[in-house]
């Protein structure tokens, strides 16, 4: 097969060659790394990734292929985050051709092509991971030999990625209203395969006065302070006593609502073996993680606390409010892919409700 060469230029003027085998088109968005050594296909499906260029920093992407795009009873993509490829562009050290698995009907390169999502192999992830971590995140871009540039949406990211309508899923003795800025569709499901009513709504959605018995703040990206409408809907949800679960965004945007400050991390958390530790113990949890910014736990008001810190860095990995249920955690509790070891936490919501 032949490939044509294509370069990754990162903002700071570094280039790295090597060779397309996604879509022939050029793009560029914030280049951001990932440490995990499976889960290719979920993490690029999930929203979380919206407008960035991924680099894969495990060295061998694609030996097991993609598998067939499947929806369930629930209308939920059954192997995937969403409908659809999120990532502007995907960074590879070692594309594997030939791929074994008995779940995959095609490869990773005819997925990104069908999909137009451009992607480079060849390149020393290990020096981009390098440069990313010392340097900060930075914008990028694939350029392919002779290609167009592809388009930009020039909407927020968190609209790009929302329904555009509220949803219903599940059914059963409790109803949820899930603030949609980007939901994995993990999420979903640990909710509905709990017995649990789901009433998905967009981001911008007055959802206060829903009927339900609790609310679920989603994932999603960019940052959380652009998401002023949502915010807004939260602080009056806030004011009641019904249950609330942020996660990854959803905790930013409850730290937000509550009155906290936010920043932008360096170069993000994202890997399926971040190890966090619940506040007041020495309980620690691995746990995988996707997000560009994080609350800074000193600004929090009164009746708030943080919840978990991340062990790497001590930086805040959930809060939680003294006395009402409300809670959030800035890792993914879902994660798919990654470990499973905070799924409890969904129970404890469920219980709360």
Not at 245 to 265: D, I, N, P
Not at 295 to 308: K, Q, S
Not at 316 to 342: M, W, Y
Request: hydrophobic letters at 35%.
């Amino acid at each position: 097969m032949e490939r044509r060469p294509a370069s990754l230029i990162l903002g700071n003027g570094c280039t790295f060659d090597g060779w397309s085998f996604g879509y022939e088109g050029s793009t560029s968005g914030e280049v951001v790394f990932s440490t995990s050594m499976v889960g290719y296909p979920e993490s690029l499906t999930d929203p979380s990734f919206e407008g960035q260029v991924l680099c894969v920093s495990y060295p061998l992407v694609g030996n097991y292929g993609i598998p067939a795009t499947l929806t369930g009873p629930d209308r939920l993509a059954r192997s995937f985050e969403s409908e659809h490829i999120h990532v502007r562009g995907l960074v590879i050290a070692d594309y594997s051709e030939k791929y074994s698995h008995w779940d995959a009907v095609r490869s990773l390169g005819a997925w990104l092509q069908e999909e137009k999502v451009p992607a480079v192999s060849g390149i020393d992830t290990r020096m981009l991971t390098r440069i990313i971590r010392e340097e900060g995140a930075m914008p990028g871009r694939i350029v392919i030999e002779g290609a167009p540039a592809l388009p930009v949406d020039p909407s927020p990211l968190v609209a790009r990625v929302s329904c555009k309508e509220p949803l219903h899923y599940g059914a059963g003795r409790k109803r949820v209203v899930l603030v949609d800025c980007g939901v994995k569709h993990n999420i979903l499901r640990c909710l509905v395969s709990r017995r649990i009513e789901v009433v998905r709504v967009p981001w911008d959605y007055d959802f206060t006065g829903l009927d339900c018995d609790g609310f679920f703040l989603s994932n999603g990206p960019g940052d959380p302070a652009v998401c002023g409408v949502t915010i807004a809907s939260i602080r009056r949800v806030l004011q009641g006593d019904r249950p609330v679960f942020g996660v990854c965004l959803g905790s930013q945007l409850m730290a937000l609502a509550a009155g906290a400050r936010t920043f932008k991390l360096p170069y993000g958390h994202r890997s399926h073996n971040q190890p966090v530790r619940l506040v007041g113990t020495d309980r620690c949890f691995i746990t995988s993680q996707n997000h560009g910014y994080a609350v800074d736990p000193a600004t929090l008001p009164d009746g708030w606390e943080p919840y978990f810190i991340n062990l790497n860095d001590g930086t805040n990995e959930g809060i939680r409010h003294r006395t009402k249920p409300f809670f959030a955690t800035q890792f993914h509790p879902e994660a798919s892919g990654g470990p499973v070891d905070t799924e409890f936490l969904f129970d404890q919501f469920i219980d709360s409700l």
